[in-house]
């Protein structure tokens, strides 16, 4: 069974700081996702890391992955109040032969003034 | 515009009652999911359906249905036999059905459907 394990699970910083979520899963596969959760809303897709070594990135947010090791990764440059809301990262099990996605538990982020 | 419509956003049930959410996109999407997002946790995969007439179980199934008759629609009833039903629930579609296509499986995902039990 596939696990995917984010952390940390909450996050508060301050302006103009930087930092990194983690997402860690436990079986093979060279496809993540990462969505956006403002609260009460629903989910926004971020990135789509389909190799090893992908790295994507748009403004303050730059995700990356590493399929041999099983993590991926999501940081913050400078963080913006704008950008406090819930990251979720997915993971493709097409290669073990079901077409769907399984979700980390996601990482609420807060950024304070 | 094209996209995912659930509704109602906002119900309210009953012990023991059964209540459908609707879910219709216009995307010409062949795959449809449904996940359940309880408060602070994640998404967890309760349906999905990769073509007309057929679907899988999700990981917690039971004390849910679907139906999958049309390619536009993929809603859900809520049984009395779940215990638990209160939570958000997310309808999304990808272009990932049967035959696999290369390139991601991007979800997008409807507006959300907040199911109270009373």
């Known amino acids: 069974e596939l696990k995917v394990e984010q952390n940390p699970l909450f996050l508060s910083m301050q302006e103009g700081k930087n930092y990194t979520i983690y997402c860690n899963y436990s079986?093979?596969?060279?496809?993540l996702y990462w969505y956006r959760q403002d609260p009460g809303k629903s989910l926004e897709s971020l990135f789509v890391?389909?190799?090893?070594?992908a790295v994507k990135q748009e403004g303050r947010l730059m995700a990356s992955l590493d399929t041999k090791a099983r993590l991926s990764t999501l940081h913050i440059t400078a963080a913006v109040h704008d950008l406090s809301a819930t990251y979720f990262c997915?993971?493709?099990?097409?290669?073990?032969?079901?077409?769907?996605?399984?979700f980390g538990q996601g990482t609420r982020l807060t950024i304070n003034p | 515009d094209g996209g995912i419509t659930q509704s109602p956003k906002y119900l309210f049930r009953k012990e023991g009652q059964n209540v459908t959410l609707s879910c219709e996109q216009n995307?010409?999407?062949?795959?449809m999911y449904w996940y359940r997002q309880d408060p602070g946790q994640g998404l967890r995969l309760i349906y999905y359906?990769?073509?007309?007439?057929?679907?899988q179980k999700g990981d917690i199934a039971e004390g849910y249905s679907v139906s999958r008759e049309k390619k536009e629609s993929f809603p859900l009833t809520v049984t009395s036999a779940q215990k638990n039903p209160t939570a958000f629930y997310l309808c999304?579609?990808?272009?990932?059905?049967?035959?696999?296509?290369?390139?991601?499986?991007?979800?997008?995902f409807g507006a959300g459907s907040r199911l109270t039990v009373l």
């Open positions: 359906s990769q073509i007309v007439n057929d679907f």
């Open positions: 997915a993971v493709d099990m097409y290669g073990q032969g079901a077409q769907k996605l399984v």
């Open positions: 079986t093979t596969s060279d496809r």
């Open positions: 890391l389909l190799s090893n070594g």
């Open positions: 995307l010409n999407h062949d795959a």
């Open positions: 999304a579609s990808s272009t990932q059905g049967r035959i696999h296509l290369s390139g991601a499986n991007v979800l997008t």
